[in-house]
């Protein structure tokens, strides 16, 4: 059920995306009295699911759920309609148009997704404010990896800031170090003051899940409240209710202690030690290879930590709601040096359909779905900007090559630009997806 609610979350995100994006691109060609000869919701070579004509225009629902398109008449696009293209050029053709005028048009669905995100934004912040835990509110410090280790991190390390500027929000520590270039960390330690420094290498590693900084959290109380699809611990005989007491003996302040005792002891038994119904019971139970006890615990952020959420009235909601779809825009750009670099090697960590659908939560909750909804709405629109061929950026590199030569790329080139642009856009989609398929296949 998990991964079915995570599917229709994504289809239905991406379905309302396309749409959002190709409406823009149908509602300027309106604007100039472009025919749109079809307005598709994914992609429909030999067969569409369903269609219907209102208008010039026909409607319809394509099979192959790779995006959409909008057929605009007089235009070289996805549908490769080379006949079209030899007729002598109509007054209510896209080519006929002027290059201001077929400019709007092809950066309208990158605009559309901009404004979308940014009202979604909007909403979601006059909706339900925002909620975050502090990092003044990070009361045990930090939890880390070896990878955090190594540059110097301890466990208990309570984080001051960044290059000597304060993070108000946790979640955006990890974040910032690796868009923003960070060199240094301000950590309180025992309550001496350190400058930890960030190795260059942090970051690559960090993009391959490791150098984690978590913020620490006690290990009791630990009652269990349910447990994992693969559970060690619910074969063994532990039951919802059983309060986690510690293991083959031993007492743990913190949960990272009790996590590493196990990651020690995978496929070796170890005796769960807990209380039930006021009973001491010892239980045994093999952990898995990757050392997990299958367990969860009833405890949430906020029973540990005090959280933050911040209410925004109406008119408060616009310029934040503005602020925060500018800022992911540039934050998402920052990644883009990090996938060139051959340093970071952030181009291993493409994902595909996969990886997308993962970032959706398995339960349905609409404040993470729009969240995420506005997220993908900005990739899509700075994805679409790119200059490749067969993309908006694309026709838009070689409308602005027009603008200025005041020479119109021939025809033909343009066919021959579309045709190599889809190769790319092809080959990163199999790219991305194959890191997926691989990633699964490791576990």
Known sequence: ?????????????????????????????????VRVEKFYLFFDPWFSIFKFRKGETEYGLGWLPLGGYVKISGMIDESMDKEQMKQPPQPWEFRSKSSGQRLMIMIAGVLFNLIFAVLIYVAVLYAWGETYLPTSNVKYGIVTDSVGYSMGLRNGDKILSIDNQKIENFAQITSDIVLNDRKLIQVDRNGEILDITIPETYVARMLKGSGRIDPRTPFGPYVISGFLKESPGKQAGLLEGDEVL???????????????YIAQRKSIPVAVNVLRDSVNVDIPVVPTEAGFLGIMSSRTYDMIFELKTVKYGFFESIPAGISKGFKTVGDYLKQFKLIFSKD?????????????????????????????TALLSIILAVMNILPIPALDGGHVMFLLYEVITGRKPSDKFLEYAQIAGMVILFGLLIFANGNDILRLIRK
């Open 344 to 372: 970071t090697k952030a181009y291993e960590s493409l994902g595909g359909f996969i990886t997308i659908g993962s970032i959706f939560p398995g339960i349905w909750d609409w404040q993470s779905f729009w969240n995420l």
């Open 1 to 33: 059920m998990t991964i079915l609610i995570k599917i229709f979350q994504l289809i239905l995100s991406l379905s309302i995306l396309v749409i959002v994006h190709e409406f823009g691109h149908f509602i300027f060609a309106k604007l100039f009295k």
């Open 246 to 260: 510690g293991l083959d003996g031993l007492r743990f302040e913190w949960y990272d202690e009790f996590q590493n």
